[in-house]
Structures are given as structure tokens and as C-alpha cells.
């Protein structure tokens, strides 16, 4: 059973950075074939899909999505030999505090994954707290 571990959440001031790590073990099949992506969800708010990255086994078209509201401010990137996905958070504002998950789908598409398709997500973790506040 695949399972995702997060970590490297924490308080940070407004303009400050942060890299969260999504861990996976469990897989059923080559890693290679996992999309895996960000998501967060602010108290009163609905979960949202905010970055997503998938291997060129899966598409050789976007590897990556970003949503608008983190573009230019957000990387991710993931290192298949350490099953391991991170997310670089620069230039941090306090609408990013939220809860932030990641997910993973086999042989899913970036976009698929992000914007929470029906059957695209096979395993969620259990998510960290990021707060940005001074």
C-alpha cells in the first residue's frame, strides 16, 4: 500500500521560504509511473490542487502544473532514487497558511492530479501545518 509522509512544515514570516518533503514507500509499481502533487486547505476552505509533477514514463508534455495563485513563487521537484517530492515555497504570504497534503495517482496526468479528477488520487498523507504570520 503506497504511503506518503510530509514534512518540513512550520511558522515562517510573510517573504520568508519553506521546502516541505513528500516522502513515499509502498509502491505496487515502478515509482516512475506516480504522479504526485501538493495540495493545501485553509481552515473554512476547500482543498485545492497547487502544484503537480509526474515522470516523462507518464507524458513528455507537463511535468508540471502549477495554480496561479503560487506560480513563480512555488517549485516542485521530485528525486525518483529517493522517492521523495519536494516543494519550495518562496516569497510566503499569510493566505498560504493552510494545511498542505501530497497525493499521489498512478499513471495520472499533472492536470488530472491538481484539479482532484475522480479516481486520479490513490493515497493521500496526512499533511503538515504551514503558517506564515509575523
Known amino acids: 500500500q503506497l504511503q506518503l509522509v510530509e514534512s518540513g512544515g512550520g511558522l515562517v514570516q510573510p517573504g520568508g521560504s519553506l521546502r516541505l518533503s513528500c516522502a513515499a514507500s509502498?509502491?505496487?509499481?515502478?515509482?516512475?509511473?506516480?504522479?504526485i502533487g501538493w495540495f493545501r486547505q485553509a481552515p473554512g476552505k476547500e482543498r485545492e490542487g497547487i502544484s503537480c509533477i509526474s515522470d516523462s514514463m507518464i507524458s513528455s508534455d507537463a511535468n508540471t502544473y502549477y495554480a496561479d495563485s503560487v506560480k513563480g513563487r512555488f517549485t516542485i521537484s521530485r528525486n525518483n532514487a529517493k522517492n521523495t517530492v519536494y516543494l519550495q515555497m518562496n516569497s510566503l504570504k499569510p493566505e498560504d497558511t493552510a494545511t498542505y497534503y501530497c497525493a499521489a495517482g498512478w499513471i495520472t496526468t499533472v492536470q488530472a492530479l491538481c484539479v482532484m479528477s475522480p479516481g486520479a488520487i490513490d493515497s493521500w498523507g496526512q499533511g503538515t501545518q504551514v503558517t506564515v504570520s509575523s
Open positions: 509502498g509502491f505496487t509499481s515502478s515509482s516512475d509511473y506516480y504522479t
